[in-house]
């Protein structure tokens, strides 16, 4: 983000600053969790890390979600004529009844996602626990869409109503925004295709409900992913272009085109994917191929010196 749209950078950190320190304090917990949980053989030792450990992978979808949220409603915040972002909402402001909403859409999806995974990965007691809860997420994760979706219908959106030159330097305070009633369903109404992604969002984690049901587990992660990317593309197709609306000054909006780095700069992002992408991919496909299989409690115990 801050090669790519450092306007998008500077302005977010300022106004979710706190609520990122708290994410990332989260993450911490998860490596030293998982590092000294079997230090000691001690239940109460165990049980202690393993609800740091969940804490950390509760808060940062939460998080992620309450800020998406608040980007759909709009960010207070106000571009100088230097195009240095003042942000003027609070930490609490985030916390509004919207944004909460997205918050537990974001941490459904995520639960329904591992609790899918695991499904596919574990025997026996865990692998029950887990099948039980891909269904319950599955189920709350469509319902709650659904619920963000009607909220939104009745929500202002912005509209550009200025000539749009794709081509022109970036420059966020060249064009003209307003708030409209229902203006983050333009998108689908001017190109009927894009309803796929909601319906995505909303089928997916039932036939991922169904699939966990008759013990189907590869099914239910396939179904699981597919609905999380069409709870994800829904909201980016309906902001499109907007990156992060003002709801200060409508005008001084950030969107895709005017709030990007120069073109030396992406090209050598683009040059740097290329080269990196592939990489990444190649070794994250490696490590997921040797983890290959189910883990049994045979093969913890039989490896219990190198598990954590």
């Known amino acids: ?61 939460i998080i992620f979600g309450v800020a998406f949220g608040n980007l759909i409603q709009g960010v207070p915040f106000e571009l100088s004529d230097f195009m240095m972002p003042t942000y003027h909402g609070s930490f ?14 974001s941490l459904f999806m995520i639960l329904m996602q591992g609790a899918a995974w695991l499904q596919m990965k574990t025997t026996d007691d865990v692998h029950a626990r887990a099948r039980n809860v891909a269904q319950i997420m599955g189920l709350l994760t469509a319902a709650l869409f659904v619920a963000a979706g009607f909220w939104v219908q009745g929500m202002e959106g912005y509209v550009i109503t200025s000539a749009i030159d794709m081509n022109a330097p970036s420059n966020p305070l060249n064009k003209e925004v307003i708030r409209e009633v229902g203006a983050w369903m333009n998108n689908f109404e001017a190109y009927p295709v894009l309803w796929a992604a909601p319906a995505l969002g909303v089928a997916m984690p039932l036939l991922a409900v169904v699939a966990s049901r008759f013990e189907k587990g590869g099914f239910a992660f396939l179904f699981s992913s597919l609905g999380n990317a069409g709870v994800i593309f829904t909201a980016g197709l309906s902001m499109f272009p907007f990156v992060m609306p003002s709801s200060r000054v409508p005008s001084h909006s950030l969107t895709m085109w005017d709030a990007t780095s120069s073109e030396l700069t992406l090209n050598l992002m683009t040059g740097v994917a290329f080269v990196m992408v592939p990489i990444i991919l190649g070794y994250t496909s490696w490590t997921y191929y040797k983890m290959f299989g189910r883990l049994d409690s045979k093969f913890i115990e039989e490896n219990k010196n190198s598990l954590y």
């Open 92 to 105: 609490f402001g985030l916390l509004n009844p919207f944004a909460l909403l997205c918050g537990l859409v």
């Open 1 to 61: 983000m801050f090669a790519a749209w450092p306007l998008v950078y500077a302005t977010s950190f300022s106004g979710f600053y706190l609520a990122m320190i708290v994410t990332l304090a989260a993450l911490w917990l998860r490596p030293i969790g998982l590092d000294y949980r079997s230090k000691i053989e001690d239940k109460k030792w165990r049980s202690t890390w393993d609800i740091c450990i969940s804490i950390s992978g509760f808060v940062p979808p």
